[in-house]
């Protein structure tokens, strides 16, 4: 209450002396000095004074409205106001510019991106439309002024502190004449609801964008899972049927096949199922899979490799090279009378490495021949690890058989399965 009553105060004794001062200098000039013109000037500055004290009254209820409360700071008509925004300073910037462009009435708008400020014009309005006093009001006597709005971003480690002036666009010595009914605080207090609202608008897309990707990650594994069941059964099932038909004709050779097994298995069985293997590993677990085949096929069969050292230990999803390896000794070498070799190659060009997996069995008159699940569950998984930055290509090697190439990157980001060893 003492805070109202001393600036309706204040506003009252400025505009006394200032209409005393011009009434003086009025009454005492040569034309009016020997008028009666007293006692119609105490009138004119009685009205302006009541006027006066109408117009710092309707402030004060205007900004009790706005801010729930009267305080110097809620009184004033310059408002400055510091907001913390937790993005990087760029980030902080376009919504802060944002927030002020969608301002009612803004004008102007001046953006320095480089700088991090923002300048703009407010039309103020006219909250209790215009006095039927006209004239006679001192509030209109210095035009109906703007606002403006000056907001500047200083980068912080991951933030941005915005710094808000809003004020008349008037030098301060008005402010001891006018008021701005609360207009100011109006355009400081809807600038940083909108700041925060973007914020938790922001953070809440963020959140909803975590969420999908979560779902999306264990829908990945789920489909990585299936489709990684739907390629280790089928070479298992082969191997224990042949080990069996030979315990009853070649227990020696059963004996062998059962201890490549052993050995493929120890390979195999430590990975998860969404984990990445290594080229290495996954030549170890194709070379115990190449004895397995020979012990079946013989002379038939016969295998190159030219892997450098240097790649064994690049990322490779488990089962992708051995499922080329089948398919080139299914559909390419053991429908050939005479067999065949499989030739195992790897290259590396710029941040990707090439595996190529080679035959010159039957090629694709025969090797087309097949349901062609293992071909099509290698893209998938491609796909779904690496997306576009991963590829097989499957073509003739010349003069026949097939060869198939997968090429991936050298270093495997963290996939949507789970990160590379």
């Given at each position: 209450?003492?805070?109202?009553?001393?600036?309706?105060?204040?506003?009252?004794?400025?505009?006394?002396?200032?209409?005393?001062?011009?009434?003086?200098?009025?009454?005492?000039?040569?034309?009016?000095?020997?008028?009666?013109?007293?006692?119609?000037?105490?009138?004119?500055?009685?009205?302006?004074?009541?006027?006066?004290?109408?117009?710092?009254?309707?402030?004060?209820?205007?900004?009790?409205?706005?801010?729930?409360?009267?305080?110097?700071?809620?009184?004033?008509?310059?408002?400055?106001?510091?907001?913390?925004?937790?993005?990087?300073?760029?980030?902080?910037?376009?919504?802060?510019?944002?927030?002020?462009?969608?301002?009612?009435?803004?004008?102007?708008?001046?953006?320095?991106?480089?700088?991090?400020?923002?300048?703009?014009?407010?039309?103020?309005?006219?909250?209790?439309g215009r006095s039927a006093w006209g004239r006679l009001n001192p509030g209109t006597w210095f035009g109906h002024l703007r606002n403006q709005i000056y907001a500047t971003v200083t980068p912080g480690d991951g933030t941005g502190s915005v710094t808000l002036i809003c004020e008349p666009e008037a030098a301060a010595w008005s402010d001891w004449f006018r008021v701005d009914d609360g207009t100011n605080l109006?355009?400081?207090?809807?600038?940083?609801?909108?700041?925060?609202?973007?914020?938790?608008?922001?953070?809440?897309?963020?959140?909803?964008?975590?969420?999908?990707?979560?779902?999306?990650?264990?829908?990945?594994?789920?489909?990585?899972?299936?489709?990684?069941?739907?390629?280790?059964?089928?070479?298992?099932?082969?191997?224990?049927?042949?080990?069996?038909?030979?315990?009853?004709?070649?227990?020696?050779?059963?004996?062998?096949?059962?201890?490549?097994?052993?050995?493929?298995?120890?390979?195999?069985?430590?990975?998860?199922?969404?984990?990445?293997?290594?080229?290495?590993?996954?030549?170890?677990?194709?070379?115990?899979?190449?004895?397995?085949?020979?012990?079946?096929?013989?002379?038939?069969?016969?295998?190159?490799?030219?892997?450098?050292?240097?790649?064994?230990?690049?990322?490779?999803?488990?089962?992708?090279?051995?499922?080329?390896?089948?398919?080139?000794?299914?559909?390419?070498?053991?429908?050939?009378?005479?067999?065949?070799?499989?030739?195992?190659?790897?290259?590396?060009?710029?941040?990707?490495?090439?595996?190529?997996?080679?035959?010159?069995?039957?090629?694709?008159?025969?090797?087309?021949?097949?349901?062609?699940?293992?071909?099509?569950?290698?893209?998938?998984?491609?796909?779904?690890?690496?997306?576009?930055?991963?590829?097989?290509?499957?073509?003739?090697?010349?003069?026949?058989?097939?060869?198939?190439?997968?090429?991936?990157?050298?270093?495997?980001?963290?996939?949507?399965?789970?990160?590379?060893?």
């Amino acid at each position: 209450m003492i805070k109202s009553l001393f600036f309706v105060a204040r506003l009252v004794l400025a505009w006394f002396l200032a209409l005393l001062f011009v009434a003086l200098l009025v009454t005492n000039s040569e034309p009016l000095r020997d008028s009666d013109s007293g006692p119609m000037a105490t009138l004119l500055i009685f009205i302006a004074l009541m006027l006066v004290v109408t117009s710092a009254v309707s402030h004060l209820r205007r900004v009790r409205l706005i801010a729930g409360h009267i305080d110097s700071d809620t009184l004033g008509n310059r408002q400055r106001r510091r907001v913390e925004i937790p993005f990087e300073a760029d980030e902080a910037f376009d919504l802060l510019d944002a927030a002020i462009r969608e301002l009612p009435r803004t004008e102007d708008v001046e953006s320095a991106r480089d700088s991090l400020q923002v300048r703009a014009k407010v039309a103020r309005p006219i909250p209790y439309g215009r006095s039927a006093w006209g004239r006679l009001n001192p509030g209109t006597w210095f035009g109906h002024l703007r606002n403006q709005i000056y907001a500047t971003v200083t980068p912080g480690d991951g933030t941005g502190s915005v710094t808000l002036i809003c004020e008349p666009e008037a030098a301060a010595w008005s402010d001891w004449f006018r008021v701005d009914d609360g207009t100011n605080l109006e355009n400081a207090e809807a600038i940083t609801r909108a700041i925060t609202r973007r914020v938790a608008e922001k953070r809440r897309l963020e959140k909803l964008r975590a969420t999908q990707s979560e779902s999306e990650k264990e829908r990945t594994v789920a489909r990585l899972n299936l489709l990684h069941a739907q390629v280790e059964p089928h070479f298992l099932y082969n191997t224990l049927a042949s080990a069996q038909y030979l315990t009853r004709t070649d227990p020696v050779q059963a004996d062998h096949m059962l201890g490549h097994l052993i050995h493929y298995l120890r390979h195999a069985l430590p990975l998860t199922d969404d984990a990445l293997s290594t080229l290495g590993d996954e030549l170890e677990r194709t070379r115990a899979y190449l004895e397995i085949m020979r012990l079946r096929m013989g002379p038939r069969l016969s295998l190159q490799l030219d892997v450098p050292d240097a790649l064994r230990a690049v990322p490779l999803p488990p089962m992708m090279l051995q499922t080329l390896v089948e398919n080139a000794i299914k559909h390419g070498l053991e429908p050939k009378p005479g067999g065949g070799t499989v030739w195992i190659s790897a290259r590396r060009d710029d941040d990707a490495v090439a595996i190529t997996v080679a035959d010159d069995g039957r090629g694709f008159s025969d090797a087309s021949s097949g349901t062609g699940i293992g071909l099509k569950n290698v893209r998938e998984r491609l796909r779904l690890i690496y997306g576009a930055a991963a590829s097989l290509s499957v073509v003739s090697n010349a003069p026949e058989g097939v060869a198939s190439t997968i090429t991936v990157p050298v270093r495997a980001a963290s996939s949507q399965t789970g990160s590379a060893p």
